[in-house]
């Protein structure tokens, strides 16, 4: 779909991008060949697509795949899909907000022209789904918070939560021009690949999440007094200091500077101090 096709379908139907909805369609046939060119979807994919938008990205997968899987948040682009994907009996439209979906843990593949107003909420959300393969276009900005390691200005919650779960890599920059409306920053398409095993299993995962968002919730205090004082934790600062003697860590370094395994080790020695005040 170029600019004048869009144009022409926009008018036609009424409809008109929503820039609270991160609604910046891809116009380039080019970029999307490139895209789809790179997930290669195949018959047996079940694909999970947030923001179909006017079907640019679903158009070309629901050709090849067993089954795509649409959520779309805005009511005239839902009914527009529905018209346009009529017939078709791989495809299953949803009219939601994903945020708000507990959809079963059944696809293979997660692709997603992002909307930027919540594009981290999106990607955290995705960890709970285990499809092998995710592809995202999103600002470059976040993409190179994604692939940040410690000691980076910009890794943060993002790079260490994803990389408990995913390998991610950049692979292309996407231009501005490339979509209409033309959004104000460059984006970039990112693969995640899940890990076949995830460094912590049950409820180990969500002391981890706790210790990550602590560390960075007090970004600039040292990890002894974010983990202290944080109230995602509440392992107060003797707590805390066991904790961080067990995991060989020194409390005066910050959160910013540890590596996903420090998080791991320091996640594994919050739960046996957890286990210690149950006993
Ligand atoms: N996939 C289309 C494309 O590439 O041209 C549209 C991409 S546009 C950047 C993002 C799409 O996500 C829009 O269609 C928007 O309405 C939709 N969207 C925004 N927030 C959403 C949410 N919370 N749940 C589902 N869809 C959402």
Redo the contacts with the bound molecule.
């Keep these: 779909m170029n600019k004048s096709e869009l144009m022409s379908i926009i008018e036609q139907y009424g409809l008109r991008p929503?820039k609270k909805?991160?609604?910046?369609?891809?116009v380039s046939n080019a970029v999307l060949d490139k895209i789809i060119n790179i997930i290669g979807i195949s018959s047996d994919d079940r694909v999970l697509e947030?923001?179909?938008?006017?079907g640019?990205?679903t158009g070309r997968m629901v050709e090849v795949a067993e089954g795509v899987t649409a959520?779309?948040?805005?009511s005239g682009?839902y009914r527009y899909c529905a018209e346009r994907f009529r017939g078709k009996n791989n495809i299953r439209l949803i009219h939601?907000?994903?945020?708000k979906l507990d959809l079963a843990d059944t696809f293979t593949k997660f692709v997603s022209?992002?909307?930027y107003y919540?594009s981290s909420e999106i990607l955290f959300r995705i960890t709970r789904y285990s499809a092998p393969h995710v592809y995202v276009t999103l600002q470059k900005e976040m993409a190179d918070r994604i692939i940040a390691g410690p000691g980076n200005k910009t890794y943060g919650a993002l790079s260490v939560t994803l990389g408990f779960y995913y390998q991610p890599t950049i692979l292309f920059g996407v231009s501005r021009e490339s979509f209409y409306p033309r959004p104000e920053v460059a984006s970039s398409l990112v693969r995640l690949v899940r890990r076949r095993r995830l460094p912590l299993s049950g409820g180990d995962i969500d002391i981890f999440h706790m210790v990550v968002k602590s560390a960075f919730w007090g970004r600039r205090k040292t990890i002894l007094k974010a983990l202290s004082e944080s109230p995602h934790l509440q392992a107060g600062r003797e707590g805390a200091a066991r904790s961080l003697a067990a995991a060989r860590i020194d409390g005066g370094r910050r959160g910013e500077d540890l590596t996903l395994d420090e998080f791991v080790s320091l996640a594994e020695a919050c739960r046996d101090l957890r286990g210690e005040q149950l006993t």
């Design positions: 929503n909805l991160g609604q910046n369609f891809l947030i923001g179909p938008g006017l640019a990205l959520v779309e948040i805005d682009l939601a907000d994903f945020l022209n992002l909307p919540c």
